[in-house]
């Protein structure tokens, strides 16, 4: 099993609107959770990263939370665009000082018009 | 951009081929790595090198054959590959190795389709 699963799978959206797409995470002990942005073609590009202390982050209009009590994370996006249209994914990283990153599958976003 | 070029963007190879991909990255970075991403599935890390040494080998067939010979390229050889290897090859980088810690930089990947 993923120690990383994200919900939905994908989802699609009217633009101007909000939407919030989930992180739950099994990773211990935790380091950090970051959330990339991959568009269609692409590779992933970070939105977001956050340590045990931090619950909220933003970036423009993409907003990150973290529970790390519960092992949740949550990707908030605000008044939704055409370009926010792309796979958003969820990493999850351990304490320890390698390269290992358990990823999650991704929520697919697509934005209408 | 990210400061990662892969090339090609696109590839299409018979089973008894033999390719080769690319990757670049002008950040001065220490480490890079190879991940496969399948569609639907998490990206899996192929390779590490750091410091030009490779220092993780996921449990990779040896159809897939890495090359480093500096900091900065990184090469992913491949032969006889089958089509289940079709998928997404993202190479990324990082400044010291211990992604864990480090933000990682992705190049745009290579789409590979074997026939």
């Known amino acids: 099993k993923n120690q990383v699963e994200q919900s939905p799978q994908s989802l699609i959206i009217l633009e101007g609107k909000n939407c919030t797409l989930q992180c739950n995470y099994t990773v211990s002990p935790f380091s950090n959770l970051r959330w990339y942005k991959q568009d269609t073609g692409r590779g992933p590009v970070s939105l977001t990263i956050?340590?045990?202390?931090?619950n909220t982050k933003s970036n423009g209009r993409y907003t990150a939370t973290l529970d790390a009590d519960t092992k949740q994370s949550s990707l908030h996006i605000t008044a939704s665009q055409l370009s926010d249209s792309a796979s958003y994914i969820c990493?999850?990283?351990?304490?320890?000082?390698?390269?290992?990153?358990?990823f999650g599958a991704g929520t697919t976003v697509t934005v209408r018009a | 951009e990210t400061g990662v070029t892969q090339t090609p963007r696109h590839l299409v190879m018979g089973m008894t081929n033999k390719k080769s991909l690319k990757c670049e990255q002008h950040l001065g970075h220490n480490a890079m790595y190879w991940y496969k991403q399948s569609a639907k599935k998490p990206l899996e890390l192929m390779f590490v090198y750091n410091f030009k040494e490779q220092t993780e080998n996921n449990s990779v067939p040896s159809r897939f054959s890495p090359e480093c010979p500096n900091s900065s390229h990184l090469f992913l050889h491949l032969h006889t590959l089958q089509p289940e290897d079709s998928a997404l090859y993202l190479c990324?980088?990082?400044?010291?190795?211990?992604?864990?810690?480090?933000?990682?930089?992705f190049g745009s990947g290579t789409q590979l389709s074997v026939l």
């Open positions: 990324a980088s990082s400044q010291q190795g211990f992604a864990t810690n480090e933000k990682l930089f």
């Open positions: 956050m340590t045990f202390s931090e």
């Open positions: 990493v999850v990283s351990a304490l320890s000082n390698d390269y290992k990153l358990s």
